[in-house]
DNA sequence: CGCTGTGAAGTTTTTCACAGCT
DNA sequence: AGCTGTGAAAAACTTCACAGCG
């Protein structure tokens, strides 16, 4: 079962590190704006700030896909919103299908920064009758029923899933088996897809989760965490008694 | 320079490695389910597949909050969801703010997700006066001329940015300077705080972007990657054209 | 001179592999 | 016997710092 994992060891891509990999549509956003502002160059500096990394960061993420800066002068812009595009595939059209169009998949049939960036959306579709043929960002909602043909019909390899948790592995495996190879998951659960596929995912809770526990030490540093946490740390460090606090936790023990 | 830079060095958070955190609430989110079901106990091996991760990994990252499983038989299930929770700041109660109720503002008002973590909604915020009153997920939309007065009332540590790009630092310096010290940020934008405020971001269109990226290289698999990119690799090198696909490089070039 | 491109050093994260408890 | 907890090794990623080109 759990198997055929075997997932890639990260760096697979052609030399190009995941790391950078993820930053390239960073960069390329920065780039957009002030290619809009007729900006002709950036040094590595601008740009990094303007991106939100440091310099050292970006001129060593560019090395990866080549030389392509002036020294002494910076980078030319436009030259390099096109080298980024390219590298990230985003000079041809990708048809996308988005299953679930509930507020997040509206949310997303609407969302600009898809279509001018080499996304299409090539059709929404939901399980729920009452929805097919709602029009939603002036496109048809189109039925579940429908979904093979859709994605056979269009060469739709890219698929998002904003159902709710319980509909996404089998519209997953649908859309596998119709020919989607990656998938955008912004339902909250672990899909198993057969190798090959890829897999992303967006879960809104976990990023508000990881600012609490932020939020949480920040609190912590001001008044003593104990107090603050409503529990006693591990009070003497990891010395004490390592079961845990005894307070108020929830009665069950670790046997 | 950047100035106020100075963020911590990563492994701040009382030696609990950024990476652990952010799988945190991914091993809340299987146990939860575990729970759900009543399964008493998780084995390492069983509850790393059920979130997507190695088991060596997960070991590694429980044992930064210290020894909570079993030799021999695997982690008590619900001695680990309370851990979990606390350690992330769970156990309490989190307003949060939710400014621009478009499409996006509406999907995550609707959100269960957040509820049933700790994340209360404490108002919804919009600039729009034509939206003020209307209802959505059952709470009223406040304009942004209250948004000081929501923010200080309630106690909001977190506010989640969910407007268009333009209004977003605006929106952002107004909820910092109300008091607000953690941002999570869905608009496409790189926003500027001070010192001692965490941003985190959620771009729907970076993970798409990402997702052609490894697309792309599928496809170059099967013919060769020189005529699925359209350039040799830096072959020639910068070698002023080594252009295109067929040539329909922008035009501009490098000096 | 200014800024890129990059080896080398440093840091963090992942994986291995096994000692040690139950 | 089985499974956790963890040092130690490996890999990935970041940062430094400077040579070298324009």
């Not at 399980?127 to 048809?140: E, I, R, S, Y």
């Not at 090959?196 to 609490?212: H, N």
């Not at 008694?241 to 936790?249: A, F, I, K, S, T």
Request: glycine content about 10%; aromatic content about 6%.
């Amino acid at each position: 079962m759990a198997t055929g994992r075997t997932h890639r060891p990260a760096t697979r891509s052609r030399g190009i590190p995941e790391a950078t990999v993820a930053r390239l549509p960073l960069y390329l956003r920065a780039l957009t704006a002030l290619s809009e502002r007729s900006v002709p160059t950036v040094s590595s500096e601008e740009l990094a700030t303007a991106a939100g990394v440091n310099s050292a960061k970006l001129r060593k993420d560019f090395s990866y896909l080549g030389s392509y800066g002036t020294r002494g002068v910076g980078y030319d812009v436009e030259y390099l919103v096109y080298q980024i595009s390219r590298e990230l595939g985003l000079t041809q059209d990708w048809p996308v299908v988005i299953v679930g169009i509930g507020n997040l998949g509206a949310a997303l049939a609407n969302y600009g920064g898809f279509a001018s960036r080499g996304f299409r959306v090539a059709a929404l579709i939901d399980a729920d009758p009452a929805q097919t043929g709602k029009l939603v960002a002036g496109l048809p909602v189109r039925h579940t029923d429908e979904l093979e043909e859709i994605v056979e019909r269009n060469q739709v390899s890219i698929g998002v899933i904003a159902t709710p948790a319980g509909a996404a592995q089998e519209v997953c495996d649908r859309l596998v088996a119709a020919g989607v190879t990656s998938i955008l998951n912004f339902a909250p659960t672990v899909l198993s897809v057969p190798d090959g596929v890829d897999v992303r995912k967006v879960d809104l809770s976990i990023e508000l989760q990881i600012l609490a526990f932020h939020e949480q030490r920040k609190a912590g540093e001001d008044l003593g965490e104990a107090v603050a946490r409503g529990t006693l740390p591990k009070a003497a460090e990891e010395a004490a008694d390592r079961p845990g606090p005894d307070g108020d936790v929830p009665a069950v023990m670790p046997a």
